[in-house]
């Protein structure tokens, strides 16, 4: 009987509080189980990196891809928080240290119609019994996001067919990393059952058994570093007689003296290069509030106002989570204001659609202002008030664009951020806007350009 056993991580964005004991688990338990004579597969399924971290914003996320080298992933796939939470150049050089391999079926690089220099369309392994192992992966396609970079993403069924058909017959197991979510990791493996064994990843889902679909084990860690991924497999004459999962919490595992030392360490070191770059000199305070209309919030609307060429724009107060004060102000400083990892927006709308967006706003006002949210590239704790630049309600419930009343069949166009178009409060801006993704910079780098123009340094 051979034995192998699959560790595996997915979703850590940045949580390097939990980094010093994932590292020594997964190096200390894959140095056990070779010595017992398994096999031993350690895999990262994608959203290793959140730019909330101070290291991983002042190091483009590269600080992350060293500490899991330290770990020596058999191969990792992309999260959207790799893919579409950095911009082409970045993303293009995210992985020239890496000493593992990193798997994408789906995305291409849209500028030379090819997969990207810096993946493979998947991986063989043979254990030293003999049994082959094809690993293949699939993140999350938002086409218009990956567009916005010149990368473009495939849906699931266009890659798959053609992908297994390379692999079935020539391997005896076939992993997928799938950085996709649980509802279509099931559907995969109703449809494909060829797949073995589904790591996932990307709707946080933690599977403390796993689960059996159709024969194909799924199997995810949850979300933050919470939780480390363990799959143990057992086969006869390279054949699965079984295969199961669990998962081991992180907390508790245990701590060693310097693992505080350790973790301030990386976070020091973030702070300390962001602080290096200074954006400009404040001669007053700018305060915020998560509740009403504040001078920083008037500063971020005009900055995306200016930033876009347009005359409207609408922020939510919980973007900014801290002021801004009087004196010197640092990448870092902006940074922990709007850590949010968000794309400004542009969405064009005709008047009539205008005014029913603003009525969608009205509704959801009062709720939405202490309401708690999370994700969706989200990284503040309320939502907050709603607040519009360059629309007037009059006393009447008029609604007035610069003073001027709003004519249903022309096109008004505004300037948001990208989770506007996620979140369910406004449907009209995905259902009617022409939305336009600004991909080279975070709504924090169009705030630092208008605060480095109107106080120059």
Do not use: C
Request: glycine share 8%.
């Amino acid at each position: 009987m051979e034995k192998i056993t699959i560790l595996h991580t997915n979703d850590i964005h940045s949580h390097l509080e939990n980094w010093p004991k994932i590292r020594r688990f997964l190096q200390s338990e894959k140095i056990n189980l070779e010595k017992q004579g398994q096999t031993v597969l350690t895999f990262d399924i994608g959203d290793a990196i959140d730019r909330v971290h101070p290291l991983s914003e002042a190091t483009n996320g590269k600080a992350n891809i060293e500490l899991m080298n330290t770990v020596k992933y058999d191969a990792v796939t992309i999260g959207n928080n790799e893919g579409i939470g950095n911009s082409r150049s970045q993303l293009q050089h995210l992985y020239d240290d890496a000493t593992f391999d990193i798997i994408l079926d789906n995305v291409v690089d849209g500028e030379v119609d090819s997969r990207p220099s810096w993946a493979t369309e998947y991986k063989l392994m043979e254990t030293a019994a003999g049994t082959k192992i094809g690993i293949i992966a699939l993140t999350a396609p938002f086409p218009m996001t990956y567009e916005m970079n010149g990368w473009e993403s495939n849906q699931i069924d266009t890659v798959l067919p053609a992908l297994l058909k390379k692999l079935v017959g020539k391997v005896d197991v076939i992993i997928l990393l799938s950085h996709l979510g649980l509802g279509v990791d099931r559907k995969v493996a109703q449809k494909y059952p060829q797949i073995d064994i589904i790591l996932g990843g990307h709707s946080h889902h933690l599977l403390k058994s796993g689960e059996i679909v159709n024969d194909s084990l799924l199997a995810a860690a949850g979300k933050w570093g919470m939780y480390i991924g363990e799959v143990s497999v057992e086969l006869e004459n390279h054949n699965i007689t079984q295969k199961n999962a669990r998962v081991i919490e992180t907390e508790s595992l245990p701590e060693i003296s310097s693992d505080q030392a350790e973790i301030a360490g990386y976070r020091s070191r973030g702070e300390t290069m962001l602080t290096s770059e200074v954006i400009t000199n404040l001669p007053r305070d700018l305060n915020t509030s998560w509740t009403q209309n504040s001078e920083l919030m008037q500063a971020a609307l005009k900055a995306i106002e200016l930033g876009t060429k347009t005359d409207i724009a609408m922020l939510n107060g919980g973007l900014l989570l801290k002021n801004l004060q009087k004196g010197v102000v640092t990448k870092n400083d902006l940074h922990q204001t709007l850590p949010h990892p968000m794309r400004v927006i542009t969405v064009k709308l005709t008047g009539y659609n205008l005014i029913r967006l603003m009525q969608e706003i009205k509704k959801n006002r009062s709720f939405l202002k202490k309401f708690p949210i999370r994700g969706m590239g989200f990284r503040g704790q309320l939502f907050g008030e709603v607040v519009v630049d360059g629309l007037t309600e009059q006393g009447n419930g008029e609604l007035l664009y610069h003073k001027q009343k709003i004519v249903l069949d022309d096109y008004y166009t505004f300037a948001t951020v990208d989770h506007f178009m996620y979140i369910p409060f406004f449907p009209t801006i995905e259902i009617t806007g022409e939305i336009t993704i600004n991909g080279k910079k975070f709504l924090r780098d169009y705030v630092g350009d208008y605060l480095k123009m109107e106080f120059s340094v």
